[in-house]
């Protein structure tokens, strides 16, 4: 199982980004974003499970949202107001047959 993540980039605060992460499977189970910023551990931001259901951090509740696209086996984080405190790379995580999955990381980086 590959995952590919796309999509990290420069943006100003209170700007957007949508991060994409394709995989090679299309019947992937529960579909999460990570992230890491320098210094800290890596956090849980957004999870997707295969009925639909979502949950979030709360730092990032009401600013993002995680979807899928199950035609096109990839999964979005749509990010709006972003703020400073949002600069770190992204990882997407996939879990298929209980086996968990990691993406390479994409850097996201809030600044004016």
């Known amino acids: 199982v590959q995952l590919q993540a796309s999509g990290g980039g420069l943006v100003q605060p209170g700007g957007s980004l949508r991060l994409s992460c394709a995989t090679s499977?299309?019947?992937?189970?529960?579909m999460s974003w990570y992230r890491q910023a320098p210094g800290k551990q890596r956090e849980l931001v957004a999870s997707?499970?295969?009925?639909?259901?979502?949950n979030y951090a709360d730092s990032v509740q009401g600013r993002f949202t995680i979807f899928r696209d199950n035609s096109k086996s990839t999964v979005y984080l749509q990010m709006n107001s972003l703020k400073p405190e949002d600069t770190a790379v992204y990882y997407c995580?996939?879990?298929?047959?209980?086996?968990?999955?990691w993406g390479q990381g994409t850097q996201v980086t809030v600044s004016s």
């Open positions: 499977e299309s019947d992937m189970n529960t």
């Open positions: 995580n996939g879990i298929r047959n209980y086996r968990n999955y």
């Open positions: 997707i499970f295969s009925g639909g259901y979502t």
